[in-house]
């Protein structure tokens, strides 16, 4: 008898329709995107829909093997708490931001990155601690979650860890998303690591999606793609580009707009 074989829905309803009905449970995906082109959209978007599917408000991929999450968890590296409502509210509608606050389990560490930066922003008292409590916490949690880690590139820049300690960080997250099922989306600024440490963290991702500013003509427009991901690209055919759209209503949404043999 073959195992079962399930996906887990992408949080992005639009996205879902060219994806099959969802990522394959146990995927670590990382988002590179370029600074202001939609990565944190996409994260929050897929926190705040996949929090209205489990309510009921929304419904979600009417596809064979698909099964939504247990708990919706968002792991906020520097950010506050308050921070992160205040852009909730500024961005998206009131119902979807009391399906962010209702429906999703969010994790504050900025206390202790505040403490982790070099002085005389922070107290120095070194970068471990930060790792050993995220892995801590993400083992506690449990399985079959969906999962945000926002982001990479600030666990990657505070307390100048070495490239082997961050690298092996997103070893064993990819490592441990498959023991435990559900999705984890890490999210990381183009640019602002060596390539080199980019190449790494994406060799060791399930799953890389790209979103980048593009300039067509005279607009400037952003756009996600799919550098790589195991178990999908069956379903996808060749690489795919998809035009990205935000608003307060529906979030993070993409369109398809034109199929493309390779992508930048």
Do not use: C
Not at 129 to 153: A, D, E, P, Y
């Amino acid at each position: 008898m073959k195992p079962k074989t399930t996906s887990i829905p992408t949080g992005i309803p639009s996205l879902d329709a060219y994806v099959g009905g969802g990522f394959p449970d146990g995927s670590l995906v990382l988002v590179l995107t370029d600074v202001g082109a939609g990565g944190t959209d996409l994260v929050n978007t897929a926190a705040i829909m996949m929090s209205a599917m489990k309510s009921g408000k929304l419904s979600g991929p009417s596809v064979k093997g698909i099964e939504l999450p247990r708990k919706v968890i968002y792991v906020s590296i520097s950010r506050s708490i308050g921070d992160l409502d205040r852009e909730i509210s500024h961005s998206y509608a009131e119902e979807n931001q009391e399906f962010f606050r209702r429906g999703v389990t969010v994790k504050d560490f900025s206390g202790l990155y505040m403490k982790v930066l070099p002085k005389p922003f922070g107290s120095g008292t070194g970068y471990r601690g930060v790792l050993t409590k995220l892995m801590t916490f993400l083992k506690q949690v449990g399985g079959r979650n969906l999962v945000t880690i926002n982001s990479l590139t600030d666990l990657a820049l505070v307390g100048s860890p070495s490239t082997d300690e961050i690298a092996g960080f997103v070893k064993w997250l990819q490592r441990m998303t498959k023991r435990w099922g559900g999705v984890v989306y890490l999210l990381l600024d183009k640019g602002v690591l060596e390539k080199m440490l980019e190449k790494t963290f994406s060799s060791r991702a399930d799953g890389v999606i790209r979103i980048r500013w593009d300039d067509i003509g005279v607009n400037r427009v952003r756009t996600m793609g799919f550098y790589k991901f195991r178990g999908l690209f069956t379903k996808l055919g060749k690489i795919s580009r998809y035009e990205i759209k935000v608003s307060r209503q529906a979030g993070f949404t993409v369109s398809k707009w034109e199929m493309v043999e390779g992508i930048r």
